[in-house]
């Protein structure tokens, strides 16, 4: 879980004492409703919106009284960006999710489906729902991911890069409710998941990385993206005429540079392992299906807990791949940088799109929730068991 306190929507650090609050008292003859300059300004809207005061506490822990109708209200906002807060600084329990990797690694579509997908996956296995936490999420993840996967079912254009538009910065954040823990001691959970979907321009240039994604360094897990068809080994043996245009770098230069931005952001010593946890996870797996073990396009064994046989054995089998793929330095050079790594292929979409971005044969996500439910079981938050029979490590 996140060690320090900060907004979900901004990142701005929050304490007791500059937590705001808004006014409840909204209904009709109720506290006049203001024009919110300082929401206008992290939602990029050119107008301010009229909206429930906003206050500082004055002092008081939890609750406080609006100024201005001297109504108590216990609804914490944030003083920096005036989104309502799903939690007091002292009771964090926000978990930062990270997907990084080159451009055209897929991490729109992979993000996209995943949220989807995660909406139905939490009802049916968790009990549970995921709803995003502010309007602008709702907004966006209709404009940006589900009006072109689900309404039109095409591809999802390049993302802009946050120099060209700034809303990409924004995170989109959800409320992840359900039960832990299936029969003994089994009890409610409410998790916010923040999700930030960068471009990866972005990330290109170390100096961008540094002002642009400052989330980077705070987030409790970080999903890594890596395009197999950018990877040398596998490019050699592909058809040149399946292959896309390779990228004028090598997609892995991307995790040095955030290594190195992790490092020296959390001053670690040199060699020292980062303790937020890495998802190593190759996307687009259904384009080099014929080439790794069925295991791992099967279906995912994950419902309500992370099943640890498989966890194991998906992990092993990924690994090898990954150690035949890539170089023994680069490998060396991943596994001694972080504490504690996964690795995973997903497909968002399950099949490839047609050559005019057309999703023809619907979308077949595999595996895709595999990372996220890792990173949940890596932070207690849900839990882990071996189910009699599932396939277990060599
Ligand atoms: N075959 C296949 N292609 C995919 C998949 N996910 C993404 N792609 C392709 O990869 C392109 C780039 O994906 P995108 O998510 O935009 O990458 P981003 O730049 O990392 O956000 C898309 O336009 C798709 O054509 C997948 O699961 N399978
Ligand atoms: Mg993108
Ligand atoms: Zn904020
Ligand atoms: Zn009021």
Not at 81 to 89: A, I, K, Q, R, T
Not at 142 to 168: C, G, K, M, W
Not at 218 to 225: E, N, T, V
Not at 350 to 376: E, M, Q, T, V, Y
Request: charge should be positive; aromatic fraction near 10%.
């Amino acid at each position: 879980m996140s060690v320090q306190n900060r907004c979900p929507f901004c990142f701005e650090k929050l304490t007791l004492q500059n937590v705001h609050f808004r006014c409840v008292n909204t209904g009709v003859g109720g506290c006049e409703p203001v024009r919110d300059e300082v929401y206008a300004r992290y939602a990029r809207l050119s107008e301010a919106p009229l909206r429930a005061a906003v206050f500082a506490s004055g002092g008081k822990a939890h609750r406080a009284d609006c100024p201005k109708c001297q109504t108590v209200s216990t609804i914490p906002a944030c003083p920096a960006c005036h989104n309502d807060l799903p939690y007091f600084p002292d009771e964090d329990n926000s978990l930062i999710i990270a997907v990084a990797g080159a451009r055209n690694a897929g991490k729109s579509h992979f993000l996209g489906v995943l949220i989807q997908t995660l909406q139905h996956q939490f009802s049916e296995y968790f009990e549970g729902t995921i709803a995003a936490l502010n309007d602008l999420t709702g907004l966006r993840f209709e404009r940006d991911f589900q009006r072109y996967l689900y309404d039109h079912l095409t591809i999802i254009p390049v993302t802009p890069s946050a120099r060209s538009n700034r809303s990409v910065r924004l995170p989109l954040v959800y409320r992840l409710s359900f039960s832990s823990g299936k029969w003994l001691g089994r009890r409610r959970r409410d998790i916010t998941l923040v999700f930030l979907d960068s471009a990866g321009e972005d990330l290109e240039k170390s100096e961008t990385m540094v002002f642009q994604n400052p989330y980077l360094a705070l987030a409790d897990g970080i999903i890594f993206l890596a395009d197999p068809l950018q990877i040398r080994a596998v490019r050699e043996t592909m058809p040149g005429r399946e292959l896309p245009e390779r990228l004028p770098y090598d997609q892995l230069q991307l995790l040095h540079r955030l290594i190195t931005f992790i490092n020296a952001r959390k001053k670690l010593k040199k060699g020292e392992p980062i303790a937020t946890p890495l998802a190593f996870c190759f996307s687009k797996i259904d384009l080099v299906g014929d080439r790794i073990d069925p295991h791992l396009l099967s279906v995912s064994p994950h419902r309500g807990f992370w099943e640890k046989s498989d966890g194991e054995f998906s992990n092993e089998l990924w690994l090898g791949q990954a150690d035949r793929w890539l170089s023994p330095q680069v490998m060396g050079y991943i596994q001694s940088s972080f504490r504690h790594i996964g690795f995973f292929g997903i497909s968002a979409l399950g099949n490839s799109p047609d050559p005019a971005g057309r999703l023809r044969k619907g979308i077949h996500p595999i595996r895709i929730s595999d990372p996220l439910l890792w990173l949940l079981n890596h932070h207690g938050l849900i839990p882990a068991k071996r189910s009699p029979g599932a396939r277990h490590a060599i």
